[in-house]
Structure formats: C-alpha cells, structure tokens
C-alpha cells in the first residue's frame, strides 16, 4: 500500500488566522505534519507527502526512521487532481493487469492520527474505505479501486459515497474521532491540547505559542496567554 | 451490563433554541432517543433510561422488540449525581463481594450511535472505557470498577481520567466519531442527515421540520425550508 500524505506548503492553516501568526501556522501545520507521517511510519507504511512546493523532510522534527521512511513529491496542481493522479489504475503493481496495490490518502492536519487508527482504515476489507470529517469531508481514504477517482471539492464524503457506487466499488465508512478529526479552526485546537500525547509536535508547538486548555464550568476551550499573544 | 441512557425529559436541547421550536426539540430528542435505545438492543442490551421525569415508552416510536426490552427510570437530581447512584459497587452482582457487574452510560443525544460502535466500547477490557466527544465531553463510557465515580461537570473527560487515575483503574479511550458526536447544536444538525441511515428517527424528524443538506462549494450545512420555518 503507498501512503499518500498531502500538504499544503504555503500559507497553510488561513482559517487559523485569527489565533495564529503565518509564521506560527507554517510551524504548526509542520508539526501536524512530522505527526502524521510519524504515525503512519509506526502503522508499518512508507508516506509520500504530496506538497503543493518543494518541501525537505530534514527540516521537519522527525525521528531518522521516520526521515528515512518518508519521500516527498511535489505537485503544485489543486488537490483532486494531484490526488487522482496518484491513485491506482488498472494494471498497476501486476504483470497479469488484474492486481492493483492500494493507495491510502491520510490528510496532513490529522493531528490526532495514531498507529492503531491508521491501521484499522488500512485493513478495511472494501475497495474504497473513507473516514468523514465533521461537515462530510474526507479526512483519510484508501482506494484499491482501479476506477475509483476522489472529488474534495465540497461534500466530499458525499461525492465519494456516490462516485464509489457509480464506477461499482464497494465503500466502508471508517468510524474514527481520531481521524475524523482534522485541525482547521481555532475551535479545533482544543482537540489537539486534550488528545495530544507527550511526544506529539503539534500540542508542543501549540503550548510554545502559549495556548493551554482553559477548563472553565461548561465546557473546555483554549485560552493564548496575554504575553505571547502576536502583536 | 446494564446500560444506562440518561435524558433530559423536559425542556431538552435548549442550544438548538435557534432553529427548533420547544415542541420540535421535544420530538426531536425522543427520536434520538429512540435511535439510541434501538442501537442499543440491536447491540444485545436492554436499555434503562435514566430521566429526568416519568416517561413512557410506548409514547416513543419504538419497534415492539426495543420497548420490550426497555424500562425507565426517574430519577430527578442531576445528571453526575443521578449516574454515579447507578454505578457498580463492591458487592454488587456477586455472593462473594468480588464481582461487579459493569454499566454503561449512553448519552441519548448520540444520534449516530450503532450497534458496530457500541459493541467496541462494550467490548472494551479496562476497568473504565470512555467515548470523547468534542471539547472533552465524555459521550459514552463503560465502568467495571467499584470505586470509579463520574463528574459530568465541566471538561468530563479530562476529569474522568483522573478520576480513573486517582482510584487506581485502568481506562481506555474508545476511539469513535459516531460516539464522539452528540447533537447540542445547529452546526451538529449536518451530521444527522449525512450519516443517519432511512431507518433511522432523527434525520426523519429533521426532514419532516424541512432542513435538508445544503451541498455549496465549500462545505455541507443544513438549511431549513422558508416555509417550514417557525414563525
């Protein structure tokens, strides 16, 4: 199976503006990024970060296995297509043109992503396995579909359902709050402050910036400390 | 096990004041209500609902299998208190003092909930198995120890990790965006009829009252028919 991370590497994370400097975003969408792809290492893959422009995995804080495991391609073209581009065909990976490998398509803002979520999307038995974010998007897939083509423009999960129907692939819905989960809003820090391990980058990075959760009667929210507040 | 589905019988789902009118949020807590007790039985457990005032079931839209396996139970003090009077004691369940019987607390706003779903967090081997939902609620949990309490108030799963922590039992955190979603607000109301299935009573409801999935390009929201509108 590849593993297909893609990454916007510029001006990643705008709807984290209001909370979040551009250079602040390009870090935490960096750190979510080492996170996932150290995730997907640990699943037992080798990711492929799908960059909008040239990205060097040395400049991410990655362990050397993880660093050795991954390679980057670029591919500056929007993400339906740069992502179509890389999904199976017939004939792909067999000399009798009947066998196809899979290849799995992992956002890069899955801060939550872990070994075991990733494992359980990629031993899903259907052609086409998708985990939905919230508002339907697809957060993650894996397509053993020689037809099968993505469409993340608007509903995508939605379209996915549809377009796997249409071309006569059978579909899982993966249920996953970890992988379901993608970091797009300030609202959604909370998230990774409370569901971030130790080791993780992306609370790290996000409690260098001074936010820490704020546990107030009714609910949990993030709260940025006056100080280190941008200016 | 016995599973407990604790419901606010009146004035439920007042955050959804916005869009429903009381009457509306009445129905349309029963549906979840009832899309809850059935997953439930389906998941091959009999269901108490624990509310808040007297409540019968054939007053709800039940097959005749769910009602009969279900019961109710008022209990009118708050909810952390009127669980924690339901949790397992040492004694409980067995001559010898030494074996509990585990219950379950299923939150009766968790529209999406399956039998597939419940059954992993059922099956859940630590003393206390707990569902996240968003902004650290807990939306599900399961506890097999006799000295675990729960504390509803404020970031629940945060505390209720502690809690496990403080009493020396063992907690896992079951990893489900069906589980992880309950429905307190509009925003919410997209989940319901992207991932609620034709049987299911919520996104009936919510059909009936006229919302339906509004596909723009960005993102999916639910918008309600103008004339289907309280006026």
Do not use: W
Request: glycine share 6%; net charge negative.
């Amino acid at each position: 199976m590849q593993v297909v991370v893609p990454f916007a590497a510029t001006e990643p994370k705008t709807r984290l503006a209001d909370v979040l400097t551009p250079a602040e975003r390009t870090a935490f969408a960096r750190a979510m990024l080492a996170d996932v792809l150290t995730a997907v290492v640990e699943a037992g893959h080798e990711p492929t970060v799908l960059a909008t422009a040239p990205l060097d995995l040395e400049t991410l804080d990655l362990e050397a296995a993880v660093r050795d495991a991954g390679s980057v391609a670029v591919d500056d073209r929007p993400l339906t297509e740069a992502v179509n581009a890389r999904l199976p065909e017939r004939g792909d990976g067999g000399d009798d043109g009947t066998h196809i490998d899979p290849v799995a398509v992992v956002m890069a803002d899955l801060a939550l992503a872990t070994a075991d979520a990733l494992e359980a999307l990629f031993s899903a038995a259907a052609d086409v396995a998708v985990v939905p974010g919230r508002g339907a998007g697809t957060n993650a897939l894996v397509v053993d579909h020689p037809e099968f083509r993505v469409d993340y423009h608007g509903a995508s999960y939605l379209d996915h359902r549809e377009i796997a129907h249409d071309v006569g692939a059978t579909l899982e819905t993966v249920d996953s709050f970890r992988l379901g989960t993608d970091i797009d809003e300030p609202a959604d820090l909370v998230e990774v402050l409370v569901h971030g391990t130790e080791t993780d980058r992306a609370p790290a990075r996000l409690r260098e910036f001074g936010f820490e959760l704020e546990r107030t009667d009714g609910r949990v929210t993030v709260a940025r400390l006056e100080e280190s507040r941008p200016k």
